[in-house]
C-alpha cells in the first residue's frame, strides 16, 4: 500500500498517518519531520530550510524532491507521504521518481478542515521534545501538565504555530497545494475525508476508502 496524504496544516493528516503506519507497518514518509531534523542539527539543509519554515513558506522543489528520491531509494516496502507532494512540480518530480522505480501511487487521501478550525487547533498543539509525540491542549491534553506521558520529555510550542504565521501557511496551501488535488482527481486516486469528525471516526472513514477497513 502507498498513499499520499493531503490537507492544510492543522487537519490531522500527521497523526492519521502515523496510526495507519503502526497498523500496518508501513514507512512513514513525513518532510516536515526530515527538515526540522535537519534544521536542529544545523545541516546546510536545515539551514537553508529553516528560513523558509519560520516564514511559513514552502522549502524549494529541488531540495524536497531530492530527500524524497533517497529516502525511496532506502526503503522500497508500503509507505506513506505525510504532507508531500506541496506544489504540481514535486506531485510530477514524484511520479517521474516512482516511475523510474516502477512503483505508482495507490490512493491520496485529502483531510478537508474549515480554516477556523485548524487555527483553533494549532494554537493548542504542543510536542515533545525527546520523542515528537503530539498534544493537544483542548482535545488531547498530556496527564502530567507540561511533560509528555511517554517519555517523560518537555512539551513545546512550534515556532510557526501562532495566528499570523499559521495563516500565511494556510494562504500559501490554498495557492500551491490546492491545484494538487485535481491532480489527482483525474488519475482516479483522490478520496475525500471529513477532517473536522472525531478521531477515531476520520480514521474509519480513511480504512475504508483505501480498502484496508
Known amino acids: 500500500m502507498r498513499l499520499v496524504f493531503l490537507g492544510g496544516p492543522g487537519s490531522g493528516k500527521g497523526t492519521q498517518a502515523k496510526k495507519l503506519v503502526e497498523k500496518f507497518g508501513l514507512a512513514h ?14 545541516t546546510k539543509l536545515g539551514l537553508t530550510a529553516k528560513k523558509y519554515v519560520d516564514s511559513g513558506e514552502l522549502v524549494p522543489d529541488d531540495v524536497i524532491l531530492g530527500m524524497i528520491k533517497e529516502e525511496l531509494t532506502r526503503e522500497r516496502r508500503g509507505f506513506i507521504f505525510d504532507g508531500f507532494p506541496r506544489t504540481l512540480a514535486q506531485a510530477n518530480g514524484l511520479e517521474k521518481i516512482l516511475g523510474e522505480m516502477s512503483l505508482d501511487i495507490d490512493y491520496v487521501v485529502n483531510l478537508q ?45 512550534r515556532s510557526d504555530d501562532n495566528d499570523e504565521v499559521i495563516k500565511n501557511r494556510l494562504s500559501v496551501y ?40
Open 174 to 213: 490554498r495557492e500551491k497545494t490546492k491545484p494538487i488535488e485535481e491532480f489527482y482527481r483525474v488519475r482516479g486516486k483522490l478520496v475525500e475525508i471529513d477532517g473536522s469528525l472525531d478521531f477515531d471516526e476520520v480514521f474509519e472513514a480513511i480504512t475504508k476508502s483505501v480498502g484496508v477497513g
Open 113 to 157: 478542515v474549515a480554516d477556523d478550525l485548524i487555527i483553533e487547533r494549532l494554537g493548542a498543539r504542543r510536542l515533545c521534545k525527546g520523542c515528537g509525540f503530539e498534544y493537544n491542549l483542548k482535545t488531547r491534553p498530556p496527564q502530567a501538565g507540561g511533560k509528555c506521558d511517554q517519555c517523560g520529555g518537555e512539551l513545546f510550542r
Open 29 to 42: 514518509i513525513s518532510t516536515g519531520d526530515l527538515l526540522r531534523k535537519a534544521i536542529k542539527e544545523e
